[in-house]
Nanobody, 119 residues
Framework: QEQLVESGGGLVQARGSLRLTCKAP???????????LAWYRQSPGKERELVANIIPGGNTNYADSVTGRFTISKDNSRKTIYLQMNSLKPEDTAVYYC??????????WGQGTQVTVSS
């Protein structure tokens, strides 16, 4: 079973920073580089929403609510994606999930990591 291993969540005060990491140790490198990689989040009572993604060519997209504060990046050699989160707000509190959409149409999810921002 393919696994995406997330880390980096935690409790932080408003205006603080966190960096989330998602590793895919069992993913074949060509699959990793050919996938659209993303971070989603879900707050209690809300639907899961896209935070940011990075397509195989390297272009990135962000939700309006995080533009200018969050940065998604990847390291192909480490088969790892990152989400640098700066200027965090209480409304960023959520469980964050990494996601791979492979070039052959498979969707993979991480187990989720909790981010809590206190005011």
């Amino acid at each position: 079973q393919e696994q995406l291993v997330e880390s980096g969540g935690g409790l932080v005060q408003a205006r603080g920073s966190l960096r989330l990491t998602c590793k895919a140790p069992r993913t074949i490198l060509s699959t990793f580089t050919g996938s659209t990689l993303a971070w989603y989040r879900q707050s209690p009572g809300k639907e899961r929403e896209l935070v940011a993604n990075i397509i195989p060519g390297g272009n990135t997209n962000y939700a309006d609510s995080v533009t200018g504060r969050f940065t998604i990046s990847k390291d192909n050699s480490r088969k790892t994606i990152y989400l640098q989160m700066n200027s965090l707000k209480p409304e960023d509190t959520a469980v964050y999930y990494c996601h791979h959409h492979t070039y052959y149409g498979e969707d993979k999810w991480g187990q989720g990591t909790q981010v809590t921002v206190s005011s």
